[in-house]
């Protein structure tokens, strides 16, 4: 096949050349949106966006144990806002993608594993799958040739 990632033929041969021309965009596509639909979280807490609150965030925080919440509260913002939009734009993605893998998993077993799977009980299903959807963002690297990592020559 022309892209190398396998010998298998494909069912519908006149696809290989969309296959082709678009596979280079997925990481970039995947990365992009992944680190947009993140930066709304942060922005709640750290600019009250969207109806958020610091406040509220810190105070629920203590809540659950983690102390202490205000200063905790502007650190989960700051990861989701701009590490969000590092993801999104590729700069530092390695690091970026690795301090959301772990504040998603925080996420995980701090607030939502006692609600079992499913998230519409508030189980761990929708946190563990953006956890690893930015684990493999951090395992992959680079921003991918749509990036600044990629713009400047280096990436971490």
């Known amino acids: 096949m022309s892209n190398g990632m396998s010998s298998t033929k494909r ?3 006149a696809l290989n050349g969309l296959y082709d021309a678009l596979s280079p965009l997925t990481y970039p596509v995947i990365r992009i949106f992944a680190g947009l639909f993140l930066m709304p979280h942060g ?3 750290l600019f009250g966006w969207f109806g958020g609150d610091i406040n509220a965030t810190a105070g629920f925080f ?3 144990g983690l102390e202490p919440g ?4 502007y650190l989960v913002g ?3 806002f701009f590490g969000g939009a590092a993801v999104a734009i590729g700069f530092l993605t390695r690091p970026a ?3 959301a893998t772990i504040l998603l ?7 939502h594993l006692g609600n079992g799977f499913f998230w519409s009980n508030s189980g761990y299903e ?3 799958l953006w956890a690893i959807l930015m684990i493999a963002i951090f395992f992959r690297g680079g921003g991918g040739r749509l990036s600044l990592d990629a713009a400047i020559g280096r990436e971490f």
């Not at 205000?70 to 509260?73: G, R, S, V």
């Not at 998993?105 to 607030?111: A, G, M, S």
């Open 11 to 13: 069912i519908i041969p």
């Open 105 to 111: 998993l925080v996420t995980v077993f701090q607030v």
């Open 70 to 73: 205000l200063p905790l509260a």
């Open 126 to 128: 929708y946190p563990l």
């Open 62 to 64: 203590s809540q659950i």
């Open 97 to 99: 993608a690795m301090a």
């Open 78 to 80: 700051s990861v989701e």
């Open 43 to 45: 922005a709640q807490k």
